[in-house]
């Protein structure tokens, strides 16, 4: 049992099958090792930005303790933690215990379970939580042995998982090293930034965080020496593991000339390599006959370096990859195995954590650009038909350049109606255009100064939070954060500025995506439109019992993958966000398991990273990916003494035995 003591507060939770979890104020941050206590099915708590000290202490138990009928917070203590003992101390003296000395209340545990109160911590301050949003930078990272034995968990909260060890090697050789003596099985995490249960090990943990210092920079040497003669080095560029999308952004940007990654997904706080193990993606524009113009952040990677199982280091490229096989056994020797082999390659880079750690990628990259945005509201109605019909694709304001991308937000409760009186849906459509060298920045807030202060003060989160557990507010608001999003002029920024959805990115959500075809049957019309219809239907189904869907559902629209496992695996594919806010008020889990179980009905793929629970059918799996036997032979080879399971690949039955 965890407790954790922050001022009059206090949180416990018991690791075990019939738990209780009770918090008014979740003290700790999810980048703190011990203290991630939270279990039981709903134990979704991302943590609140505080400077307060934060005390932790860990208790040896009985386990598992029976917990049933808990109504308050202290009946819930005191049954979590006193149900047991003949002679327990009561309520009122746990409660007076817990208000005037928390020492006695600890004296009380011992004595009520003769035991020792272990690993009592010292208290912990938490830093300063201003700046860029993203949670994980706003505390510093505890070494490596204080996570050893520990409960940790993702940003969100919501996976909670035990490791042996957690390793943070600064160097190549420090990583081939930890992967020789590793205690599997064995997962790579940084940002821990996954909604799901990908990420999780009973194991070590492999942290690339720091492997930027064995060089200085997120960027390493390209080695272009080795490459094929004549082959363009120009915009190619090498990224190390465990860097984040924004500081990869950043250092391309200091290049000369500066440079960018070709596309981005709405968020930069993530690692790139993590990104683009689950097909992580952006979006792009439809035209017929040619399909979507932009694929996944993996599609754009040429080469990795791959270190697995028994710590063997691979070079793994398509068949006709970058790299001269001559020059680089020349160099390499047998320290090092070149593999070029489209079907490796492509099953590796979207490998779900299950092949290795991957130690650095080769990515392509562009002179830095700028995108002008236009947003306005349209109903859904004109929307459906502009999809169907593919002008929503087409480019109304040539003047702004060349159409890059376009993405669609829908409320899904009708606030309007038809000109025929029946439901309508507000929809915020976005177009992005990729502008001129010359096009001056814009010198204003995208997001308007009201929702950027909702979403980043916890007063505002839990002002907004609490309106949205009044199920007749939710459709308002709802419109209001589509109305707030929208702005009558153009707006040009730096790529990374446009994409990233910025201040939405602070809000403590859980979220679903799921993958459509976009590609008509039979001169049909594509399945995502009737996939749309289907989710708007299970949200206003879920509205009679009290289950909202509490911000925007998005579509973004993104090309083929060749990755088997990738969500775009083979089909241009509409991806359908579906992010809710986090707490049992919300119903969080019930709202996304209806709409992934609907979904997977009308052919939907999950994102990886984000919730998904419904995958473990094979018989679906095998449908869904076409291409599924092919992955599996590559991750036998490179997984064939099962280091890389985890609860995850268990789930899918894709477990090396």
């Not at 992005?432 to 909702?454: G, K």
């Not at 997977?600 to 473990?616: E, F, M, Y």
């Amino acid at each position: 049992v965890y407790v954790v003591l922050r001022s009059p507060i206090v949180r416990v939770s018991h690791r075990g099958d019939d738990t209780v979890s009770r918090d008014q104020n979740s003290p700790l941050h999810p980048d703190q090792p011990a203290g991630w206590a939270a279990s039981g099915q709903r134990r979704r708590r991302r943590m609140a930005k505080t400077r307060e000290s934060v005390v932790v202490y860990h208790l040896n138990l009985p386990d598992p303790i029976p917990v049933s009928n808990a109504t308050t917070e202290f009946d819930a203590l005191a049954k979590l933690l006193l149900e047991t003992p003949e002679d327990p101390p009561t309520i009122k003296e746990v409660q007076r215990a817990l208000e005037s000395d928390f020492k006695s209340f600890l004296c009380a545990l011992e004595r009520a379970h003769d035991t020792d109160v272990g690993n009592v911590r010292e208290p912990v301050t938490a830093g300063d939580a201003d700046g860029a949003g993203f949670i994980t930078e706003a505390y510093t990272p505890p070494s490596a042995p204080e996570r050893n034995g520990r409960l940790v968990s993702n940003l969100a909260g919501n996976q909670p998982f035990n490791v042996a060890e957690w390793k943070v090697p600064k160097t190549r050789q420090e990583l081939q090293e930890a992967m020789a003596k590793v205690n599997p099985p064995v997962r790579a995490v940084t940002t821990a930034w996954s909604f799901s249960d990908i990420l999780q090990t009973t194991g070590t943990v492999i942290d690339p965080r720091e492997l930027w210092t064995e060089h200085q920079s997120v960027l390493l040497p390209l080695e272009a020496n080795l490459f094929r003669d004549g082959g363009s080095v120009t915009a190619l560029q090498r990224v190390v593991a465990g860097a984040k999308i924004q500081h990869v952004v950043d250092a391309l940007a200091n290049l000369d000339p500066p440079m960018a990654l070709l596309n981005l997904g709405g968020a930069t706080g993530q690692t790139l390599v993590g990104a683009m193990a689950t097909a992580t993606h952006g979006s792009g524009i439809f035209e017929a006959g040619k399909g979507v113009n932009i694929a996944p952040l993996s599609d754009g990677v040429v080469s990795l370096d791959l270190i697995t199982t028994d710590a063997q280091w691979y070079r793994i490229e398509p068949t006709n990859g970058p790299t001269d096989p001559t020059k680089f056994a020349a160099q390499h020797g047998t320290t090092m195995k070149l593999v070029q082999d489209d079907t490796h390659f492509h099953s590796v880079i979207v490998g779900l954590g299950c092949m290795g750690v991957i130690y650095s990628v080769t990515v392509n990259v562009m002179p830095r650009y700028k995108l002008t945005q236009t947003r306005d509201i349209q109903p859904w109605s004109k929307v459906r038909a502009s999809l169907k019909d593919l002008s929503i694709f087409a480019s109304n304001r040539p003047d702004l350049g060349p159409l890059r991308l376009v993405e669609v937000l829908i409320n899904p409760y009708s606030t309007l109606k038809t000109n025929d009186g029946a439901d309508d849906y507000k929809c915020l459509v976005t177009h992005r255009y990729l502008a001129p060298e010359d096009t001056e920045l814009s010198h204003r807030r995208i997001v308007n100064d009201w929702l950027q202060e909702l979403s980043v003060t916890g007063v505002g989160q839990w002002s907004l939070s609490f309106l949205m557990r009044f199920s007749h507010f939710v459709p308002k608001l709802v419109d209001a954060a589509l109305g707030a999003l929208e702005y009558e002029d153009a707006f040009t920024g730096w790529y990374d500025q446009i994409m990233n959805i910025g201040a939405p990115n602070n809000m403590k959500v859980l979220s679903a995506e799921i993958g459509h075809s976009m590609d008509g049957i039979n001169g049909g019309a594509p399945p995502y439109l009737g996939a749309m219809d289907r989710l708007i239907e299970v949200i206003n189904q879920n509205k009679g019992k009290g289950v909202m869907q509490t911000s925007p559902v998005a579509m973004r629209f993104v090309a083929p993958s060749a990755s088997p496992l990738a969500p775009q695996a083979g089909r241009n594919t509409c991806m359908v966000e579906t992010p809710v806010l986090l707490g049992d008020e919300h119903h969080d889990d019930e709202a996304l398991l209806s709409y992934e179980t609907a979904m997977k009905d009308v052919g939907g793929r999950p994102h990886w990273g984000q919730i998904n629970t419904t995958t473990g059918d094979q018989n679906w799996l095998a449908t869904a990916y076409p291409e599924i036997e092919q992955w599996k032979a590559v991750h036998a080879e490179y997984n064939h003494k099962g280091w890389f399971n985890n609860k995850f690949t268990d789930r899918l039955g894709i477990s090396q035995q």
